[in-house]
């Protein structure tokens, strides 16, 4: 057969051609057929692929202790208890095998757990099955779909009524006032594997696991998420109200910038020292993920507490400032108290350091860090081959930074200024409009001593107005 494009499109074939196709297309997508395609359960079909996909995270028989586990916050599912966060379905019944197929097919996003589109369908399909017979609560326990109201949409969505819901129903006592994960039952919650947990920062849309659309956060609400500790609230609220304070929760969630390279913008006069000058907003924000750095182990001690800072940047002739924002449940001014470190990599060193993951460790280079204490209220700069040496200073005045700090409700705000090529510290990292220079942050949450939460490298680049 001739290739298409060799025959004029308007070619009577060609269109009848098209006509076939299109035809074709519409009955394969059409509900009946995807369904006729579930192919009939092959568990030992099932268990090669999951042996093959999951087990290296699930564990050989679904016990959740695979190799690579112990990295994992959360831990990967034991899917012998039968125990699931993400359904349709009421509290303490299983998800529907719907609900199955789509947390394998879509993921979990914010966790480590990968999704698996690239399956074929039919393969994805086996897995469900071989996960249904891990666990005798399919057999004994019917799921029990959530009754549901018609979606009002945004225009229609009662925003005061969402948040008067979420202040009554106590979702602020996990969640906090602001949703910034830092109310006063936040910390000491232990999920049904035995492992600690803590609630989601509802603003941060990005890390919900089960979806931050509307409709998902709806879900949530009404069945729970069974083993997290967070309860169902469908005794507690209409079907109907319930869509008004997903609306409300959705609103919380903040527009994200993952920039690879981070802006600084230029102004003639002084720099803004304040955490709320005006002339921040003028500035364009980028924001870093954190993760926890694993102990020794390769394990995590507890739940990360920082999972993102975001920052903003402007300079002048002599001097850059930086503002930067994070979420940290508690403010922690005596010890172990809260932290912050800008790094940047200096010009010359030997050597690399590809992740903060693994620095410091023996012979890797030196990095230029600017440290903020909770504790001293100030910050200061040195060239440092680890943290500590940093953060306890054995000189009783380091080369002191200017800077500024203010913390609200589960927010830290916090400005620093360094010069663009500072004289001291020797061998400091320098600023220039030439060329990127690579910058990173580390955060330490003193509420949650022990853990240190890091982000990749991104680039600084000087804009000019
Ligand atoms: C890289 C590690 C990793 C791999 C590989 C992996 N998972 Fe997961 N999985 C996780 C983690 C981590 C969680 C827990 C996430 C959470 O609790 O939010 C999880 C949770 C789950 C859940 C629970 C969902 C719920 O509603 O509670 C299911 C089901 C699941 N995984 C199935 C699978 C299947 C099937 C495969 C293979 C096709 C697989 N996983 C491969 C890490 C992994
Ligand atoms: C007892 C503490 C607690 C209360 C009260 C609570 N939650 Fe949660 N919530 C949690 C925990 C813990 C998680 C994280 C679960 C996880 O990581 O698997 C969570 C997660 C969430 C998520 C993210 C789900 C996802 O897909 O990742 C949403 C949305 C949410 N809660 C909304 C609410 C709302 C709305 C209320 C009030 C109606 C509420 N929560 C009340 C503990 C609570």
Redesign the pocket.
Known sequence: MRPWSSRSPFHPAVLTHCVAVTLVLWVWGSPSLVAAERPAPDLGAGKD??RQ??A???GATGRGDGV?AKR?Y????D?ALGV????STASGTP?TDE??FQ??SQG?PG????D?QH?DEGVRWQ?VAY?RSLSPVFEKVQPAPVQLADDPGPARADHAKGKALYETLGCAACHGSAGRANGPSAGGLVDDWGMPIRPANLTQGWSY?GGHDPRSVMLRVLTGID?AGMPSYAEALSPEEAWHLAYYVTSLQEPVHWNLVARAVRVDDSLPSAVDDPRWAEADRTDLQLDNVVNATGEWASPPTVNAASLEAVYNDEAIAFRFTWDDPTQDLHAPHDGFALLLKPVGSEGDVVTLQAWPSAGAPPLDVCYWSAERGTAWEAVATDFDSVTTPSVSTPPFLQSASGYQDGRWRMVVQRALHPNHPRGAAVVTTEAFTSIAVAVWDGGNPGSRAVSSWIDIALREP
């Open positions: 692929a999951y996909h999951c290296r995270c699930h690579d994992f959360p831990r990967p599912r899917l699931y966060k993400f359904r998800p609900n199955l947390t394998i979990l966790s480590n757990m990968p698996w399956l897995i996960l696991r083993g």
